[in-house]
Nanobody, 121 residues
Framework: QVQLVESGGGLVQAGGSLRLSCAAS????????MGWYRQAPGKQRELVAI???????NSADSVKGRFTISRDNAGNTVYLQMNSLKPEDTAVYYC???????????????WGQGTQVTVSS
């Protein structure tokens, strides 16, 4: 069993900052990548940022220069530092992990429960 526990969402004024955290725990053999997605009302879920086991990162054009993804040394916790927040960043943010639970098991996508980020104008 694998769990992704998110924290750090909330309400902030435009121009403010928030830091999201996501800790992966349970029967984890290896993690290929962890990332953050978001879904605004009436819109599809979209990638925000991702970091691989090798430390490579990628992020959506809409957040480049404002959001930074990082992870802890163990690689099981991922952070999303969000600066210069805009009302259009308002969404439910979901943590994602691509991982194996055993040496012979396939790579599987896991999702957190989501955390609400609301940016007021």
């Amino acid at each position: 069993q694998v769990q992704l526990v998110e924290s750090g969402g909330g309400l902030v004024q435009a121009g403010g900052s928030l830091r999201l955290s996501c800790a992966a725990s349970g029967s984890i053999f290896s993690i290929n990548a962890m990332g953050w997605y978001r879904q605004a009302p009436g819109k599809q879920r979209e990638l925000v940022a991702i970091i691989t086991s090798g430390g490579s990162t990628n992020s959506a054009d809409s957040v480049k220069g404002r959001f930074t993804i990082s992870r802890d040394n163990a690689g099981n916790t991922v952070y999303l530092q969000m600066n210069s927040l805009k009302p259009e960043d308002t969404a439910v943010y979901y943590c994602n992990a691509i991982l194996r639970t055993g040496i012979t098991t396939p790579v599987i996508n896991y999702w957190g429960q989501g955390t609400q980020v609301t940016v007021s104008s």
